[in-house]
């Protein structure tokens, strides 16, 4: 059984690190990546990494597990002065809190990879755009390949409606939007 301890105080600094200032947009953050790398745990998100040191560590792999979850840590802080995570059947247990997750039982510079190409991973960024018609922020892409100016097109104020490449939520008026 998977067993990692550390300081409650070093556990919630690292959360405080990770944690966006809204807690809805916590619930939503994804998942959280808990590893071990030499002598340190490591807390990985989309695209922000931590670390800190533990007392004792019986840690062969990583846990993936919802950030909303964990996040709840900054609500209501441990009671006990050291924490201990756990990995049982699917559940990870965090001092008295337990939770679905998954584990992934792996050596070292396995869970290193893991955590570095989470860290690494792509976003994907939705970019709205202003509509040119009822001038709210409703713009998407209609389609996200087609970003750029066809070759061959007239002027823009010469396209039909079939050319376009942006479409508003809002009111539905579409237009095409020309790449820099």
Known sequence: MPLLKLTAAHLIASLKRLAPKRVMVAMKSGEIYIGKLDNEVVFSLIGAQTRCPFIECDWDG???????????FLKAPPTKETVLLSYSSGRLKIDTLSMTAKWVSAPDWIATMASEAHLMADVESKTLLYCPRCGKCKGEPVDPIARQWPAGLPVASQLKSDHANMECTACKHKWCEVAN
């Open 62 to 72: 990583f846990a993936v597990v919802k950030f909303g979850m964990v996040a709840s």
